[in-house]
């Protein structure tokens, strides 16, 4: 039992992005993601083995998180009333219903972690943002789909932008929830699995919210790998923190699973380094930690800071 329902919750939590790949209203996913960081950040990266998911209420565009649970709130509300059309709600629904207005009113900004990706690995804006005024480096990774392979269990998504797209995912998400679970089980078995579908709704919840941004980022096309803190173990304790601009940012290790290497094809020099001892530098990392086929390249991009 508790297996389908984490299989309905799971595939809820991917509606966002399938329903709109389905509709033709995303484009594919790109095959290879990259993560714009300092030179420091790369050899982190690199001698670590890991990357960092940040929490999301740190961030700088933490509050387009809310626009997320604008838009399931909404559903919810859509979908309570048409069952009240129906004279005599499902009793699993009814209380699916219940659960989600409990989720979405206890979900703060600084219960979810993420790491962030650009689609392409040699854009202007990318290197003036994130990498030191061009002085750093574009790290492609490609990952496995829909499951990434890593110690902590994370979706995969790419950011919806567009507002229409926004409402039409989240009342995917919510419609799965309300018809699929009351198809699979029993009213009794329900009943015995409800602090579990609590667990596994709020689950849900989280690693939907943060795929969503308002349309003036559009220009980034952004991927995400998003944490819940239903999963992180003591989610009061992260793994460490970062010092930014005076607040302790705090943020938990991504790892791949089974001792296996991070799933880096791809270094793109940034435009404003030395190339030559640049590339000659990364290569003996790589060398060091035992990477191998890992592509370097230069950034094309004309950019003088």
């Known amino acids: 039992m508790p297996d389908v329902l984490l299989d309905v919750f799971f595939r809820a939590a991917?509606?966002?992005?399938?329903?709109?790949?389905?509709t033709n209203q995303l484009p594919p996913s790109p095959e290879v993601l990259y993560h714009y960081t300092t030179s420091s950040?790369?050899?982190?990266?690199?001698?670590?083995?890991?990357?960092?998911?940040?929490?999301?209420?740190?961030?700088?565009d933490s509050a387009e998180l809310?626009?997320?649970?604008?838009?399931?709130?909404?559903?919810?509300?859509?979908?309570?009333?048409q069952l009240n059309l129906t004279g005599k709600p499902n009793r699993i629904q009814t209380d699916l219903v219940s659960l989600f207005r409990q989720g979405l009113d206890r979900r703060g900004r600084f219960d979810v972690f993420g790491?962030?990706?650009?689609?392409?690995?040699?854009?202007?804006?990318?290197?003036?943002?994130?990498a030191v005024q061009g002085h750093g480096y574009a790290i492609g990774f490609r990952f496995?789909?829909?499951?990434?392979?890593?110690?902590?269990?994370?979706?995969?998504?790419?950011?919806?932008?567009?507002?229409?797209?926004?409402?039409l995912a989240a009342a995917t998400m919510v419609n799965n929830v309300l018809t699929e679970v009351p198809q699979l089980v029993s009213e009794a078995e329900y009943d015995n699995s409800r602090d579990y579908v609590k667990t596994l709704m709020q689950?849900?919840?989280d690693l939907t919210f943060p795929?969503?941004?308002?349309?003036?980022?559009?220009?980034?096309?952004?991927?995400?790998l998003i944490v819940s803190?239903?999963?992180?173990?003591?989610?009061?304790?992260?793994?460490?923190?970062?010092?930014?601009?005076?607040?302790?940012?705090?943020?938990?290790r991504l790892r791949p699973k089974d001792g296996q290497k991070l799933p880096i094809v791809k270094i793109v020099v940034g435009p404003c380094l030395d190339f030559e001892r640049a590339e000659h530098s990364i290569r003996q990392l790589l060398e060091k930690y035992s990477y191998t086929g890992v592509d370097v390249e230069r950034s094309k991009v004309p950019f003088l800071p």
């Open 144 to 167: 496995e789909r829909p499951d990434p392979q890593l110690t902590v269990k994370t979706i995969l998504a790419q950011v919806i932008y567009d507002k229409e797209a926004q409402r």
């Open 66 to 81: 809310l626009l997320g649970l604008e838009y399931t709130r909404a559903a919810v509300d859509y979908y309570e009333s």
């Open 203 to 205: 689950l849900t919840i």
């Open 115 to 130: 790491c962030c990706f650009a689609d392409d690995g040699d854009r202007l804006s990318q290197w003036r943002g994130y």
């Open 14 to 22: 991917n509606a966002f992005s399938s329903v709109l790949h389905d």
């Open 41 to 60: 950040g790369l050899k982190g990266i690199i001698q670590s083995g890991e990357i960092w998911a940040n929490c999301f209420g740190y961030m700088n």
């Open 229 to 252: 803190g239903e999963d992180v173990p003591e989610i009061g304790r992260p793994d460490d923190f970062l010092e930014r601009n005076g607040i302790l940012n705090p943020y938990i």
């Open 211 to 224: 795929q969503l941004k308002h349309k003036g980022f559009e220009e980034e096309v952004e991927s995400r």
